[in-house]
């Protein structure tokens, strides 16, 4: 073994974490020897300078090791290293390419996960390619450390390259990443008797180890010098003052070698198993139904609700685990912890040994209520005081509530990985699907509420993918109608216009199968809106019909005001000038009839241009004067003040220049008072 290092700041394999707090700051020691290999590997000439030719991608340094080596803590401190130096002005961005549960992290969603590193959104719905190419065109203009933990092979590496050579990429993985040229893998192992010995002493103390300082190097040979493990070991004895290192030897000695682990791997699993054995039967159950954290991401909540206790015992069971190296945490106010790559797989294979399937469902159940009725309360505190919402979020637990907006916005942030992991995971389990619909529902309308719709598109795109999937297997078409109906508003509004108008038919459909009118009519609009932006006004009129005629036999006044506009609307675009008059002018008929003079006057401004397109100037200008007069008593100046500009126009392609000149400057004077009125609003608010 070589002289390694180790980050004693929690345990070294818990990739993908913010360094956690500690009593005594993080420091990392040892490994220097690898640490000065990677930095030297960073100016090594590649292949194609050898060659002659300039290197067009960034130069990728691969650290490998296996789970509990140390391989994720040595590349945070080389990035570390590196930024402190001044290097990649442009930062670091960190993405983890495996989940918690060892199954590769989609190409799209890790794509999607470096987009937003470098504060760039991705659009809703788009593919892994499409989301690859905006990696690599935000990346080509930055300088940026780009830390890709995790990886299962260079499939999921090569799409995230930049090419950039003022990029950097540092990359863990367990073996060589086969297939992307001009790579020399620093492979580490366990570390060197020194450098363990030190490690356990910073947790034990320097006393038991000189009493016994052969013990304590045969202590860190059978823990194969991973820093994992040690760090378990030596927790294991900081919670035990009268424990002496030869104990603890014995006893991993002795332990049964039942792991069905490799000969590599055995020292974590009998680490973890002696550590495990030891605690409390109530806190071994809790470590064990952490497996069940959605992205290996856990709060006391989610504790809490696991292991059916209260939430400060939760609480105080996982800063225990952190303290014995179970858990990493990010020393937040209200922290987030972190299982450990390493152990994910160890508690799984423990949590189906130990705990019978119907208690372990019963725990995943508890886990999503709690986390239901966190999302609605998050969203509750964005309600207005007095709300129905209000009201019912005033009779929750305390432990249940937001202190206000922010505190509910910046949880909502926190956990959102773990939140978005949770309804995944939720809805591929396919036995708790009523559950898993509250939790989507919940977490959509969270989203909504406090980023807005148009921000949270990405994500509300995947969440309502998942309701269709559990809407099919189900067979709930209305569900399905409504799931579809959302995913086609969001191609829509990302240009994919024709996948959203065979969503928009299945959504119909899964309507008309539900005998729901609202989904029908809804669907039946937004297959004319989908034509219509094709260019098909033809079908886009024929649809927008069947909509009209729908809400017609219903007697839904407002949807019948806004279709008759849609149908003026496209037959002005195909030139159908008497049918886009006549629908116009129900429009407006419609609009009066429900008192919306605002909306009123814009029709007979409609009617105006259409008029006017059709070579009735005259027509034309007496049916805008009568808008004018209807925007003026509907008190709405800027639309009072715009159709004074457009009678302005009208009279000078009528040759009435002076006239014109009226109307424009009663456009001003309106507009001129509009904003004295706005200046005078605004200054008695501030005052």
């Given at each position: 073994?070589?002289?390694?290092?180790?980050?004693?700041?929690?345990?070294?394999?818990?990739?993908?974490?913010?360094?956690?707090?500690?009593?005594?700051?993080?420091?990392?020691?040892?490994?220097?020897?690898?640490?000065?290999?990677?930095?030297?590997?960073?100016?090594?000439?590649?292949?194609?300078?050898?060659?002659?030719?300039?290197?067009?991608?960034?130069?990728?340094?691969?650290?490998?090791?296996?789970?509990?080596?140390?391989?994720?803590?040595?590349?945070?401190?080389?990035?570390?290293?590196?930024?402190?130096?001044?290097?990649?002005?442009?930062?670091?961005?960190?993405?983890?390419?495996?989940?918690?549960?060892?199954?590769?992290?989609?190409?799209?969603?890790?794509?999607?996960?470096l987009l937003r590193g470098l504060g760039v959104s991705g659009p809703p719905g788009a593919d892994a390619d499409e989301l690859s190419e905006m990696v690599r065109e935000a990346l080509a203009v930055r300088s940026v450390l780009l830390l890709l933990d995790d990886a299962l092979d260079a499939e999921q590496v090569d799409p995230l390259l930049p090419d950039n050579p003022d990029c950097l990429v540092i990359a863990t993985a367990q073996g060589p990443l086969t297939?992307?040229?001009?790579?020399?893998?620093?492979?580490?192992?366990?570390?060197?008797?020194?450098?363990?010995?030190?490690?356990?002493?910073?947790?034990?103390?320097?006393?038991?180890?000189?009493?016994?300082?052969?013990?304590?190097?045969?202590?860190?040979?059978?823990?194969?010098?991973?820093?994992?493990?040690?760090?378990?070991?030596?927790?294991?004895?900081?919670?035990?003052?009268?424990?002496?290192?030869?104990?603890?030897?014995?006893?991993?000695?002795?332990?049964?070698?039942?792991?069905?682990?490799?000969?590599?791997?055995?020292?974590?699993?009998?680490?973890?198993?002696?550590?495990?054995?030891?605690?409390?039967?109530?806190?071994?159950?809790?470590?064990?139904?952490?497996?069940?954290?959605?992205?290996?991401?856990?709060?006391?909540?989610?504790?809490?609700?696991?292991?059916?206790?209260?939430?400060?015992?939760?609480?105080?069971?996982?800063?225990?685990?952190?303290?014995?190296?179970?858990?990493?945490?990010?020393?937040?106010?209200?922290?987030?912890?972190?299982?450990?790559?390493?152990?994910?797989?160890?508690?799984?294979?423990?949590?189906?040994?130990?705990?019978?399937?119907?208690?372990?469902?019963?725990?995943?159940?508890?886990?999503?209520?709690?986390?239901?009725?966190?999302?609605?309360?998050?969203?509750?505190?964005?309600?207005?005081?007095?709300?129905?919402?209000?009201?019912?979020?005033?009779?929750?637990?305390?432990?249940?509530?937001?202190?206000?907006?922010?505190?509910?916005?910046?949880?909502?942030?926190?956990?959102?990985?773990?939140?978005?992991?949770?309804?995944?995971?939720?809805?591929?389990?396919?036995?708790?699907?009523?559950?898993?619909?509250?939790?989507?529902?919940?977490?959509?309308?969270?989203?909504?509420?406090?980023?807005?719709?148009?921000?949270?598109?990405?994500?509300?795109?995947?969440?309502?993918?998942?309701?269709?999937?559990?809407?099919?297997?189900?067979?709930?078409?209305?569900?399905?109608?409504?799931?579809?109906?959302?995913?086609?508003?969001?191609?829509?509004?990302?240009?994919?216009?024709?996948?959203?108008?065979?969503?928009?038919?299945?959504?119909?459909?899964?309507?008309?199968?539900?005998?729901?009118?609202?989904?029908?009519?809804?669907?039946?609009?937004?297959?004319?809106?989908?034509?219509?932006?094709?260019?098909?006004?033809?079908?886009?009129?024929?649809?927008?019909?069947?909509?009209?005629?729908?809400?017609?036999?219903?007697?839904?006044?407002?949807?019948?005001?806004?279709?008759?506009?849609?149908?003026?609307?496209?037959?002005?675009?195909?030139?159908?000038?008497?049918?886009?008059?006549?629908?116009?002018?129900?429009?407006?008929?419609?609009?009066?009839?429900?008192?919306?003079?605002?909306?009123?006057?814009?029709?007979?401004?409609?009617?105006?241009?259409?008029?006017?397109?059709?070579?009735?100037?005259?027509?034309?200008?007496?049916?805008?004067?009568?808008?004018?007069?209807?925007?003026?008593?509907?008190?709405?100046?800027?639309?009072?003040?715009?159709?004074?500009?457009?009678?302005?126009?009208?009279?000078?392609?009528?040759?009435?220049?002076?006239?014109?000149?009226?109307?424009?400057?009663?456009?001003?004077?309106?507009?001129?008072?509009?904003?004295?009125?706005?200046?005078?609003?605004?200054?008695?608010?501030e005052n």
């Amino acid at each position: 073994m070589t002289d390694q290092a180790v980050d004693t700041s929690g345990p070294a394999e818990a990739a993908g974490t913010e360094e956690p707090a500690t009593v005594e700051p993080p420091r990392f020691f040892g490994r220097e020897r690898e640490l000065k290999e990677l930095r030297a590997d960073i100016e090594r000439a590649g292949l194609d300078t050898m060659a002659g030719r300039g290197s067009g991608r960034a130069r990728v340094l691969l650290i490998a090791g296996r789970p509990g080596s140390g391989r994720s803590a040595l590349a945070r401190e080389l990035a570390r290293r590196l930024l402190a130096e001044g290097g990649y002005p442009d930062g670091q961005v960190r993405v983890r390419l495996t989940e918690a549960g060892g199954t590769p992290v989609p190409a799209e969603r890790a794509a999607r996960e470096l987009l937003r590193g470098l504060g760039v959104s991705g659009p809703p719905g788009a593919d892994a390619d499409e989301l690859s190419e905006m990696v690599r065109e935000a990346l080509a203009v930055r300088s940026v450390l780009l830390l890709l933990d995790d990886a299962l092979d260079a499939e999921q590496v090569d799409p995230l390259l930049p090419d950039n050579p003022d990029c950097l990429v540092i990359a863990t993985a367990q073996g060589p990443l086969t297939g992307i040229p001009g790579v020399r893998p620093c492979t580490i192992g366990g570390l060197e008797a020194g450098s363990a010995v030190e490690l356990l002493a910073r947790a034990i103390g320097d006393v038991r180890i000189t009493v016994d300082p052969l013990t304590a190097e045969a202590l860190a040979e059978e823990c194969g010098g991973q820093p994992a493990a040690l760090v378990m070991i030596g927790g294991w004895l900081a919670t035990r003052p009268t424990a002496s290192v030869a104990d603890v030897t014995k006893q991993l000695r002795e332990l049964p070698d039942d792991t069905g682990q490799s000969t590599g791997a055995r020292p974590l699993a009998r680490a973890f198993r002696l550590v495990h054995d030891s605690l409390p039967q109530t806190a071994a159950r809790i470590l064990r139904l952490l497996s069940l954290a959605p992205a290996g991401l856990a709060d006391a909540h989610t504790a809490s609700a696991l292991a059916g206790c209260s939430v400060s015992a939760a609480r105080t069971t996982l800063d225990d685990f952190v303290r014995l190296g179970l858990l990493r945490g990010d020393g937040a106010e209200q922290p987030q912890y972190e299982v450990p790559g390493c152990l994910a797989a160890l508690l799984r294979a423990l949590l189906e040994d130990r705990d019978r399937p119907a208690e372990i469902q019963l725990a995943r159940a508890r886990m999503l209520e709690r986390t239901v009725r966190l999302l609605q309360s998050c969203r509750a505190v964005t309600e207005p005081e007095g709300s129905p919402a209000r009201r019912k979020l005033a009779g929750l637990p305390r432990s249940l509530r937001f202190p206000g907006p922010e505190a509910a916005a910046a949880w909502l942030r926190m956990r959102r990985p773990a939140l978005v992991a949770s309804a995944r995971i939720a809805v591929e389990d396919g036995e708790l699907d009523t559950l898993a619909r509250r939790l989507v529902a919940a977490l959509v309308r969270a989203l909504a509420a406090h980023e807005g719709t148009e921000a949270a598109a990405p994500e509300l795109y995947g969440l309502h993918a998942l309701v269709l999937a559990v809407a099919e297997r189900r067979d709930l078409p209305r569900e399905r109608a409504a799931a579809l109906l959302n995913l086609a508003d969001l191609d829509a509004g990302t240009g994919r216009t024709r996948e959203a108008l065979a969503r928009y038919r299945a959504a119909l459909d899964a309507g008309r199968a539900a005998k729901d009118p609202y989904a029908t009519g809804r669907a039946m609009e937004s297959v004319g809106g989908a034509y219509a932006e094709l260019g098909d006004f033809h079908r886009a009129s024929d649809w927008y019909g069947r909509a009209l005629a729908q809400r017609l036999t219903q007697g839904e006044r407002a949807d019948e005001a806004r279709l008759y506009g849609r149908l003026g609307t496209v037959h002005t675009y195909a030139g159908r000038y008497g049918e886009a008059l006549r629908n116009w002018r129900a429009a407006a008929a419609a609009h009066r009839r429900l008192g919306d003079l605002p909306a009123q006057a814009r029709a007979l401004s409609e009617v105006a241009r259409v008029q006017e397109y059709a070579g009735r100037p005259h027509e034309s200008l007496q049916t805008c004067r009568e808008a004018v007069e209807w925007a003026r008593r509907a008190k709405d100046v800027r639309l009072q003040a715009a159709l004074e500009l457009r009678l302005a126009d009208t009279l000078d392609r009528l040759g009435d220049p002076a006239a014109a000149g009226l109307h424009r400057g009663a456009a001003e004077r309106l507009l001129g008072e509009e904003g004295a009125a706005y200046e005078i609003r605004s200054a008695a608010t501030e005052n």
